[in-house]
């Protein structure tokens, strides 16, 4: 299970990464103008987590997980999905994080970032 908290405590620790604020006001992490981690909640008060992915095929990937990624949305180039963060373990919050950083940084902050530093162990 992880929170906010934890996706700023990674994400405070990668390279050009701001927090600041979205369109409406929810907190968000950029990396140059691009958000790449942003909180929301649902209708229950639970904390959201959108990120966005390259991979085109993840709405597939997660159709037995709609309760851990209630929004997936495909489009063109990029996937942004909404992630239950109470329902996710810290390693795949990580990878999540970590792969949004890459596609919305662009190629410059992605060859900083060798994600070993920034994975947790394992959970199992």
């Known amino acids: 299970m992880t929170a906010w908290s934890d996706v700023c405590a990674l994400a405070e620790r990668l390279p050009r990464a701001l927090l600041g604020e979205a369109h409406e006001g929810s907190p968000a992490w950029y990396v140059g103008r691009h958000p790449f981690a942003r909180l929301r ?3 229950d008060g639970h904390e ?3 990120v966005w992915t390259g991979d085109m095929d993840t709405e597939q990937a ?3 997980r ?4 209630p929004v997936i949305w495909t489009y063109r180039f990029r996937v942004s999905m909404w992630c239950r963060l109470d329902r996710l373990g810290p390693r795949e919050t990580a990878e999540l994080v970590l792969d949004s950083y890459g596609i919305r940084g662009g190629p410059g902050p992605r060859k900083e970032v060798l994600e070993g530093n920034y994975l947790p162990p394992d959970e199992h």
């Open 62 to 64: 997660l159709v037995n």
């Open 66 to 69: 709609r309760e851990d990624f």
């Open 48 to 50: 959201l987590l959108q």
């Open 41 to 43: 909640w649902d209708d």
